[in-house]
């Protein structure tokens, strides 16, 4: 295997349903390849698939489900995303930040500005007047997140590797 390891937060599904349907409407068709996801790490390297699924197993299994809730938007250049805010999510994804030592890339070596993108790859003033749009009707409320999960990226569609619900 020579394709890298994301991994990625598990939402619940009410709200990986109001995420995709966001997405849907609002990212470019063509490169809408993947559901709404929230990333912890971009580029795990495929040797250590081993360590990545027993690391995430024990961790889901001791750790309950962390508190999240999406706090404000965030305007890219090119996009709109919905920033999570986690004491939990981030204290877990450190956990494995700690474990992965030394796999790391430098993007995952910084700890994330966690967030579910809706649009991306779009003209500034597309992207402008969406994030106007969500805004005007923006309320923070609380994010289901009930695992981990981690994928092969290969270019396109990620391949599934394995879920882990939270447990503990």
């Known amino acids: 295997m020579t394709a890298p390891i994301i991994i ?3 939402m619940g599904k009410a709200d990986q349903a109001w995420a995709n349907g966001l997405r849907r409407a609002h990212y470019p068709a063509d490169r809408n390849v993947v559901d709404a996801h929230i990333t912890l790490f971009h580029h795990l390297p495929p040797s250590h ?3 990545v699924k ?3 197993a024990a961790l889901a299994a001791e750790c309950p489900a962390p508190k999240a809730r999406l706090s404000d938007l ?4 090119g996009g709109v995303a919905y920033r999570v805010e986690s004491l939990e999510l981030l204290s877990i994804r450190d956990a494995l930040a700690e474990a992965f030592r030394g796999l790391l890339i430098p993007q995952d070596q910084a700890r994330p500005r966690l967030h579910i993108t809706v649009q991306n790859k779009v003209e500034p003033t597309v992207a402008k007047a969406l994030y106007d749009t969500l805004y005007r009707n923006f309320q ?3 994010l289901a ?3 981990l999960a981690a994928y092969y990226y290969r270019g396109g569609p990620w391949e599934h590797i394995g879920r882990w619900a939270f447990r503990g």
Not at 74 to 77: F, G, P, T, V
């Open 49 to 51: 698939i081993t360590e």
């Open 145 to 147: 997140i009930n695992g």
């Open 74 to 77: 965030m305007q890219m250049d």
């Open 8 to 10: 990625t937060a598990e």
């Open 140 to 142: 923070p409320r609380s």
């Open 54 to 56: 027993a690391r995430l």
